[in-house]
């Protein structure tokens, strides 16, 4: 804090930070003062006037003045109570008369500020008129909005502008004013993404939420995308019922999105999986752990070396894959283990790698809120990284410039100030050419170019041999919006990149990053707040663990296997020989294929929907000789195993997981697990131990962590106790250390401690043919997560996206004669589905997009498992299919 500001309340002095208004100092230092209208989510609105208080004989409003040095405030005296009783009189007059069964009774900011006043019961019921009884919007699965109890406080419109929603707003006038959707339609049939804050938000019993109230809760982290955003999980009688976010995390300063408000009752699933199951004579029957146990250990000391590979989970905490990669290790002698990180970041890992040192995001999710330019390219963070898509917009309204890459309109090109709408696959040659016009107008930073980086001149020399017609020719971006993007992305500094799969999932997906990295160099955006070059993380877990080694050619804390330290550390550490390179996660699956890798144990991962090119998938699954999986619920995956074993959920276990900012949080046991499920950790201990090895004897989670932070040094100055009073992002080196923030300040993690231009090498995807004239994008919904073994346990969630969509441009529709709801037929080399239509402009001609979401039209029977030469990513992004009407 910058100082303190020292002023009178009712002659109490009381303190201030600089910035506070009158009554969020009040409010601070203990003192009310009545007021409706006031959020701290939200620019004060001065609506109700009930805050309102004396300066030196003058009335103002204190949620909207500044608290200033010696002030002398008077917070109530007749006059001020006198206004105040009229107002809150007339807000009673029109509202609800049932607070008894009001869920917000006992918690209500009108009973508190007529309370306060003294407007007794009585008075209430004389005050009050004949309601109008509008009837309730319950269109919502998760929330009810009454409007007969609300006072008009406007808190909700404005918390809802703030998630980019803008979905609701005052609605007629005088006595007939409510809060509405955009002519009075249901919220259903709004824009509204029931992210549920403004339910969270309303002061009164307006806006509530459909779940029950929570008996106990318990701080921990939502278990869906990367942001990691921290939450207070509401428990009652055993069972997840609500979750609210935690107001003083760093990272979502309470927000939350629909998944990590609504979207967490999977855990109570009665589907969850509760006993270990064994197949026998081709169905599943339940055993016990010991047998189980007994019958993995036996059949796996059959196979050891490169016969046997496992798939980590960027679901599960750090501590579990940890395990599973030492165990892989040292006890199986396999270097086979990868994640889901291989269809995902590998690009960004690599690529980040080679050119800056280290793979992961340079800065954090809150320092967008203070960037001058944002360039977001290939992400549709508003619905997949919602908190990130937040702060993006929140800055757009700051004043930053916002610039996209997308082939589709997101939420985000809306409210960019230049939407670049390229074709698949073609961002490497726009993001080159963007280079190339920087330093055309020579907007490049020099001094940051010569005193940190090398490979400068082979770049710029690269660059001018750009063919600029055919960079227009292959994007489709007319020349001068790339040469406009380029100017402002320069010349606003601090900028940030931030970007995910529309970079990588592509063949190209290195150079794509590669590119990115060069242009966040070339203007010296590194190693500052607010800048950077961010490449949004998918899984919760995902950063962890790649962090935990669960990747075949990097040990933990990404400590290299030609690392011959690194290599004497690990063995000692786990008293084995340490494998050499295993196979990455494609590799692995070719290998069970062609019947190199016989046995595979798979936790927290879903391959047969995940993987490209399912069918082959399927083939490798059915060559094995012992498959075992390890999960929450029967996925499609597990029907085709020998053994599945039950794993606990986020809810049910203690262990970290960290987030895309590189923020290393606890997530704490609040329930326990369903009939026989354990940990994963724990199983995995049990197991190696039944093998026979000394080195899994664990007990708690902890005991884990405090074996990796003696192996990873960028994890070293972490420990649960220092964890439980908050994240902290790595590299944590040291008790003292308080993390970082960002990344590359002084130095770059490379020999000489500079970062390099790499010039990245030009590929395109498979275009479209006359066989196949169409190109399918796939990606994700907001109400939808991945294969749906979770999302698919969430009632309501479905309402919003219960069956797959194509999103088809009216002009391809209308030559294919098709109209919105029709079912089609996409086929490609690989495979053949059948899924309804929807016409949209938000998909440009000649391509469509769907998700991977639904098992019964998979998407991935259709991508091929064609991959980048140097992480392994297949081009996910875009496949050549035709579409024929199914009629
Ligand atoms: N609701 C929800 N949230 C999720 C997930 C989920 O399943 N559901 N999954 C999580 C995971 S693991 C991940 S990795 C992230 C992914 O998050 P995102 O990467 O944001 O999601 P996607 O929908 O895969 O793709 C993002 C965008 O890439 C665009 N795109 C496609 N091809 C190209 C191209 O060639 N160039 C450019 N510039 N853009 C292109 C698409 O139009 C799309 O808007 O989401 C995480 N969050
Ligand atoms: N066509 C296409 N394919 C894609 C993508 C794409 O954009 N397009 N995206 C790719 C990307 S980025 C990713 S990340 C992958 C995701 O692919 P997967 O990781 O295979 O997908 P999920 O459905 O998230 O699978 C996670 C599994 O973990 C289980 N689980 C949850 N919590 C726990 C736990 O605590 N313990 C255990 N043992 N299990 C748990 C869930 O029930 C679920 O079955 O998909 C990839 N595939
Ligand atoms: S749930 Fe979110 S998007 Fe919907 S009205 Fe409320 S604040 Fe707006
Ligand atoms: S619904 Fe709640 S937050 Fe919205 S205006 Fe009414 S009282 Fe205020
Ligand atoms: S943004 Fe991600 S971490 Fe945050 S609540 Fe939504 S799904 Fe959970
Ligand atoms: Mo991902």
Not at 431 to 444: D, P
Not at 787 to 814: C, H, I
């Amino acid at each position: 804090m910058t100082g303190t500001i020292k002023f009178k309340i009712d002659g109490e002095w009381v303190e201030a930070s600089p910035g506070m208004t009158i009554l969020e100092a009040a409010l601070a230092n203990g003192i009310y003062i009545p007021h409706l209208c006031f959020s701290d989510v939200t620019e004060p609105f001065g609506g109700c006037r009930l805050c309102l208080v004396e300066s030196e004989g003058r009335l103002v409003t204190a949620c909207e003045n500044p608290a200033e040095e010696g002030m002398n405030i008077v917070s109530e005296s007749g006059r001020i109570n006198r206004i105040r009783r009229n107002t809150v009189s007339l807000i009673i007059t029109n509202h609800s008369r049932d607070c008894l069964t009001c869920r917000k009774s006992g918690d209500c900011k009108l009973q508190e500020v007529a309370s306060y006043l003294d407007v007794s019961e009585d008075d209430l019921e004389r005050l009050r008129m004949d309601l109008k009884d509008v009837p309730p919007d319950d269109s919502n699965p998760f929330f009810i909005r009454d409007h007969d109890k609300c006072v008009l406080c406007g808190i909700c419109v404005r918390v809802c502008e703030y998630v980019g929603a803008e979905a609701i707003d005052f609605a007629y006038r005088g006595h007939d004013t409510k809060i509405a959707a955009f002519l009075d339609r249901d919220i259903m049939d709004s824009p509204c993404v029931s992210c549920g804050e403004c339910v969270e938000a309303c002061p009164v019993g307006a806006l509530s939420p459909r779940t029950e109230k929570p008996s106990s809760e318990v701080k921990t982290v939502c278990p869906y995308c990367g942001a990691g955003c921290e939450i207070h999980l509401g428990v009652r009688g055993g069972r997840v019922v609500s979750a609210r976010g935690v107001r003083e995390s760093p990272v979502n300063r309470g927000n939350l999105c629909v998944k990590g408000r609504f979207g967490l009752k999977f855990v109570n699933s009665p589907e969850r999986l509760k006993k270990p199951l064994m197949k026998v004579d081709g169905r599943f029957v339940e055993v016990e752990w010991d047998e189980a146990i007994k019958f993995i250990a036996e059949r796996l000391s059959e196979y050891g070396g490169s016969e046997f590979a496992a798939v980590a989970s960027a679901k599960c905490t750090n501590e579990e894959n940890y395990l599973l990669q030492k165990f892989t290790r040292a006890v199986m002698g396999s270097g086979n283990i990868d994640h889901c990180a291989r269809l995902c970041h590998a690009p960004s890992v690599a690529g980040l790698k080679m050119s800056l040192g280290s793979g992961a995001m340079t800065n954090s999710i809150d320092e967008l809120r203070d960037a001058a330019c944002i360039l977001a390219v290939g992400t549709n963070a508003t619905e997949t990284h919602p908190i990130t898509g937040y702060r993006v917009l929140e800055a757009v309204r700051g004043g930053s410039r916002l610039l996209v890459i997308d082939p589709r309109i997101t939420r985000l090109s809306e409210a960019a100030d230049i939407h670049l709408r390229n074709r698949p696959g073609t961002d490497l040659y726009l993001i080159m050419a963007m280079s190339r016009f920087i330093i055309e107008e020579e907007l490049q930073d020099t001094d940051f170019i010569g005193s940190r980086t090398d490979g400068f001149d082979e770049f710029r020399e690269e660059l001018f041999k750009l063919d600029l017609d055919e960079v227009q020719e292959i994007t489709g971006v007319p020349l001068e919006d790339i040469r406009r993007a380029a100017r402002i992305y320069a010349s606003n500094s601090p900028a940030s990149i931030i970007y995910s799969m529309g970079v990588t999932q592509h063949v190209n997906g290195t150079g794509n990053v590669l590119a990115l990295s060069n242009l966040a160099l070339l203007t010296g955006n590194i190693g500052m707040p607010s800048a950077g070059i961010n490449p949004l993380r998918g899984q919760n877990n995902v950063q962890g663990s790649c962090d935990m080694g669960a990747l075949p050619d990097l040990l933990p804390g990404y400590q290299g296997l030609d690392d011959p330290e690194a290599l004497e550390k690990f063995s000692r550490a786990w008293d084995s020989e340490i494998p050499d390179y295993g196979k990455i996660l494609p590799e692995i699956f070719e290998d069970a294929a062609g019947g190199r890798i016989k046995a595979m144990y798979i936790m927290g991962e879903n391959p047969l929907l995940s993987e490209p090119d399912i069918g082959k998938v399927r083939e490798a699954f059915e060559k094995l000789e012992l498959l075992i999986v390890q999960d929450i619920f029967l996925t499609e995956t597990s029907e085709l195993a020998d053994v599945v074993l039950p794993a606990a959920s986020f809810a049910e276990k203690d262990g970290t997981f960290t987030n895309t900012e590189r923020r290393v949080q606890l997530i704490r046991k609040a329930i326990d697990p369903p009939g026989d499920a354990k940990p994963d950790w724990w199983i995995i201990s049990r197991i190696a131990e039944a093998m026979g090895s000394g080195e899994f004897s664990y007990e708690t989670s902890e005991e884990i962590f405090d074996e990796i932070r003696g192996l990873v040094p960028s994890y070293a100055g972490l420990s649960y106790d220092r964890l439980e009073s908050g994240g902290i992002q790595w590299p944590c080196r040291s008790q003292e250390d308080e993390g970082t923030p960002y990344l590359h300040a002084d130095e770059f993690p490379k020999p000489g401690g500079r970062a390099s231009f790499i010039v990245p090498g030009y590929q395109l995807p498979e275009g479209p043919s006359d066989e196949y004239p169409m190109i399918l994008l796939t990606g994700r919904n907001l109400y939808q997560y991945h294969t749906r073994s979770m999302t698919a346990r969430v009632r309501g969630l479905e309402r919003f996206l219960g069956t797959e969509e194509l999103l088809m441009n009216p002009e391809d529709a209308e030559s294919l004669g098709v109209l919105d709801g029709d079912e089609v037929r996409v086929t490609s080399v690989r495979g053949s589905i059948t899924v309804g239509v929807r016409v949209t402009e938000r998909v440009m001609k000649g391509t469509v997009f769907m998700t991977f979401h639904f098992a019964e039209s998979p998407a991935n029977s259709l991508t091929s498992p064609v991959r980048d030469p140097v992480s392994g990513m297949p081009g996910l992004k875009a496949t050549p299919v035709n579409i024929k009407p199914c009629k």
